[in-house]
């Protein structure tokens, strides 16, 4: 619609300026469309894991550096640190990520909750070799807390009824989401020739995490222990 202006006595018809009309419009449904659509809330960042478990006690943990091309390790809402493309190696400790577990959980996440137990306690940053430990006997409800614990569960051995379903599975939803296991016929490659599985499958997981631990106090016994063993010093 045009604007009237006096001049000269006489009405005149002023046309209203086109690129003024357009910035209007665009302002006017750029606003709509944000009150229709309000912006989505940023995902929740990644959670660095601080803890982890060696021999029986948790032991501080942190990622180590990251080194060019290498990826953090992000699974569900955990960040796992830098990724290491390596097969494992004998030198090297070991890290278990027990699945389900009790040291790492969130409750939005619940398939995700696992614990980490580690083989050793270097003093300098070091790759760890990775290995799932996977709980597939639903009557375990062990928490956990050493690789000795672990070697001795894998050890043990379940048969599956005729009515086990795979959603009886402790590790379902991380076997299902994260290692595309989705029947009680894709583990056959855990079974025991007698077709009994392992109360604890543990599995490699082709890659290494690099952490750096924070050296866990010594026990007085173990202080004990060393003193006694110690060579008699020189008069």
Same mark, same amino acid.
């Given at each position: 619609?045009?604007?009237?202006?006096?001049?000269?006595?006489?009405?005149?018809?002023?046309?209203? @300026?086109?690129?003024?009309?357009?910035?209007?419009?665009?302002?006017?449904?750029?606003?709509?469309?944000?009150?229709?659509?309000?912006?989505?809330?940023?995902?929740?960042?990644?959670?660095?894991?601080?803890?982890?478990?060696?021999?029986?006690?948790?032991?501080?943990?942190?990622?180590?550096?990251?080194?060019?091309?290498?990826?953090?390790?992000?699974?569900?809402?955990? @960040?796992?640190?830098?990724?290491?493309?390596?097969?494992?190696?004998?030198?090297?400790?070991?890290?278990?990520?027990?699945?389900?577990?009790?040291?790492?959980?969130?409750?939005?996440?619940?398939?995700?909750?696992?614990?980490?137990?580690?083989?050793?306690?270097?003093?300098?940053?070091?790759?760890?070799?990775?290995?799932?430990?996977?709980?597939?006997?639903?009557?375990?409800?062990?928490?956990?807390?050493?690789?000795?614990?672990?070697?001795?569960?894998?050890?043990?051995?379940?048969?599956?009824?005729?009515?086990?379903?795979?959603? *009886?599975?402790?590790?379902?939803?991380?076997?299902?989401?994260?290692? &595309?296991?989705?029947?009680?016929?894709?583990? &056959?490659?855990?079974?025991?020739?007698?077709?009994?599985?392992?109360?604890?499958?543990?599995?490699?997981?082709?890659?290494?995490?690099?952490?750096?631990?924070?050296?866990?106090?010594?026990?007085?016994? *173990?202080?004990?222990? *060393?003193?006694?063993?110690?060579?008699?010093?020189?008069?």
């Amino acid at each position: 619609m045009g604007l009237a202006a006096r001049g000269g006595g006489k009405l005149r018809f002023v046309a209203p @300026n086109r690129r003024f009309v357009c910035a209007v419009l665009c302002v006017s449904a750029a606003v709509a469309s944000s009150a229709a659509n309000p912006p989505k809330a940023d995902p929740p960042r990644h959670i660095h894991l601080d803890e982890a478990y060696y021999a029986g006690d948790v032991v501080k943990i942190h990622t180590g550096p990251r080194e060019r091309g290498e990826h953090s390790l992000l699974i569900g809402p955990w @960040n796992f640190g830098p990724r290491v493309s390596t097969r494992p190696k004998d030198k090297r400790p070991n890290l278990y990520i027990v699945v389900p577990g009790t040291l790492h959980q969130v409750a939005s996440y619940p398939d995700y909750d696992h614990t980490e137990i580690l083989s050793a306690t270097p003093d300098d940053p070091s790759d760890f070799d990775v290995y799932w430990a996977l709980v597939l006997d639903p009557s375990v409800d062990d928490n956990f807390t050493a690789e000795k614990q672990l070697l001795v569960a894998t050890q043990a051995t379940f048969t599956p009824g005729e009515d086990f379903t795979f959603d *009886q599975i402790p590790c379902a939803g991380f076997l299902r989401d994260y290692l &595309k296991i989705r029947t009680p016929e894709d583990l &056959k490659k855990y079974r025991r020739p007698d077709g009994s599985l392992p109360r604890v499958a543990i599995v490699t997981a082709g890659f290494a995490l690099r952490l750096s631990i924070e050296k866990p106090e010594e026990k007085p016994e *173990q202080k004990t222990e *060393q003193s006694s063993t110690a060579p008699p010093s020189n008069p």
